[in-house]
């Protein structure tokens, strides 16, 4: 579900921002952003879905209990259609526009928006959190699924850092090819979460 997290706009942030005028400053600004984010995000909707599940659990009813494995499948559902949907869009949003000359506070507001605000991210966020609570586990195992989120975004400044000038031609090409693929990714990665969500319904 991290890779369905970074895919679209939030990669290719990324990736601008390591063409901007301070590349490693915004870059480590954006992921603070990001991981700021992600932590809020996912600990919100793991704490409201532990309420609901217990409530749905005090009322001793198979049926309610199942209420958030159908909610998640739901929103899987719809985001699977959404990146579809979504997948042959070109227009960059204008923000774009605004990132080889970003500053820092541009950077961290625009990765702590768009991690938090995205309607991807927002349903993949949901569904980890509440995934957790319906099994009754801890808000720690969600670390993993933040890091590397976190990790992801960091590859392009990462790139920058092992590769030098090299990476002036490769980040562009993966630019590209990620605006045109990155939702067949992210089609897959739904999938997989579907079926192991309906698998632990049946």
């Given at each position: 579900?991290a890779?369905v997290?970074?895919a679209?706009p939030?990669?290719?942030s990324?990736?601008?921002?390591?063409?901007s005028v301070?590349p490693?400053?915004?870059?480590l600004?954006f992921?603070?952003?990001?991981?700021?984010?992600?932590?809020?995000?996912?600990?919100v909707?793991y704490?409201?879905?532990?309420e609901?599940?217990?409530?749905t659990?005090?009322?001793?009813t198979g049926a309610?209990?199942?209420?958030?494995?159908y909610?998640?499948?739901?929103?899987?559902?719809?985001?699977?259609?959404?990146?579809?949907?979504d997948?042959k869009r070109s227009?960059?949003p204008?923000w774009?526009?605004?990132?080889t000359t970003?500053?820092?506070?541009?950077?961290f507001k625009l990765?702590f928006?768009?991690f938090?605000?995205?309607?991807t991210?927002?349903?993949?966020m949901?569904a980890v959190?509440?995934?957790?609570a319906?099994?009754?586990?801890?808000?720690w195992?969600?670390l993993p699924?933040?890091l590397?989120?976190?990790?992801?975004v960091?590859l392009p400044?990462?790139?920058?850092?092992?590769?030098?000038?090299?990476?002036?031609?490769?980040?562009?090409?993966?630019?590209d090819?990620?605006?045109?693929n990155?939702w067949m990714?992210s089609?897959?990665v739904?999938?997989?979460?579907?079926v192991?969500?309906?698998n632990?319904?049946?």
């Open positions: 579900m890779i997290m970074i679209g939030q990669i290719i990324a990736i601008l921002l390591t063409m301070n490693r400053r915004n870059s600004s992921i603070g952003g990001v991981a700021l984010a992600i932590t809020l995000g996912v600990t909707f704490v409201l879905a532990k609901l599940h217990r409530g659990r005090s009322s001793d309610d209990d199942k209420i958030l494995d909610l998640v499948i739901a929103l899987l559902i719809y985001l699977a259609i959404h990146v579809y949907r997948r227009e960059p204008k774009m526009g605004k990132l970003a500053s820092a506070g541009f950077s990765g928006l768009l938090l605000l995205m309607p991210d927002i349903i993949t949901v959190g509440s995934t957790l319906q099994r009754d586990e801890s808000w195992l969600s699924f933040i590397l989120t976190l990790l992801l960091a400044l990462l790139t920058l850092l092992v590769m030098g000038k090299h990476a002036d031609a490769l980040l562009p090409k993966a630019r090819w990620l605006k045109t990155s990714v089609e897959l739904i999938l997989f979460f579907l192991s969500t309906i632990d319904i049946t």
